[in-house]
């Protein structure tokens, strides 16, 4: 990695620290903390939720066709899902033991905290609970197919990727056969020796 990908890697983390500093500001406008990964409300703030909360017969009733037709089917996501999770689960217990590599973390991944939010219904939490399932389990996998990556193929792709996983930057290029003999273990090394193997990078480009 050249000195300016270093700088500009450096700077996207320090746009995130910017960013969740941010999204705190903005959670204490709205009235609510988080404790113990739990988002608290004020009571005055909590009983205003419970006021607008809409009726489950008023919900359906102003739902389209098209959305009642689509349901089921949004709905059936469920089982590929549910197979991806398992899948991968057991995939990185087996290989991941295998490799020496830290394990991927399910429940850093998944979380259904909207279920606790006053101003929706039961279908509205219904709903929330299985969009934080589908998207963690999306985000759980890519993790482990990251970590799986840096292990067997840390190297960059020719053509530009749409938003690849954060270890995809700190990748060699593509086409440094030196670069990729000399430091392939090094990759192997810090994600081992990384307790919660976050992206590092293995050494200077």
């Known amino acids: 990695m050249t000195a300016r990908m270093q700088e500009l890697a450096a700077e996207i983390v ?47 009733g102003g739902a389209t066709p098209a959305v009642l ?4 089917v949004i709905y059936s996501l469920i089982i590929p899902l549910a197979v991806i999770d398992a899948w991968m689960s057991a995939y990185q217990a087996i290989c991941f033991r295998a490799y020496g590599l830290p394990r991927v973390k399910r429940s850093d991944y998944l979380a259904f905290d909207r279920r606790k939010l006053n101003y929706l219904n039961v279908i ?26 840096q292990y067997w193929c840390p190297i960059k792709h020719a053509l530009k990727m749409s938003d690849p996983h954060q270890r995809y930057y700190q990748f060699l290029e593509y086409g440094d056969a030196d670069g990729y003999r000399a430091r392939l273990d090094a990759f192997r ?8 193997a976050k992206p590092t990078e293995p050494g200077g480009a």
């Open 189 to 196: 090394s810090r994600l081992r020796d990384a307790p919660d």
């Open 14 to 60: 320090r746009l995130q620290d910017e960013l969740d500093r941010e999204i705190e500001k903005r959670r204490k406008a709205l009235g609510w903390e988080l404790k113990e990964k739990i988002g608290e409300f004020e009571f005055g703030v909590a009983a205003a939720h419970r006021r607008v909360r809409m009726g489950v017969v008023k919900f359906l």
């Open 124 to 149: 509205e939490k219904l709903n929330c609970d299985y969009c934080a399932y589908a998207n963690g389990v999306i985000a759980y996998a890519r993790e482990i197919a990251s970590r799986t990556e």
């Open 69 to 72: 037709l689509s349901a089921p």
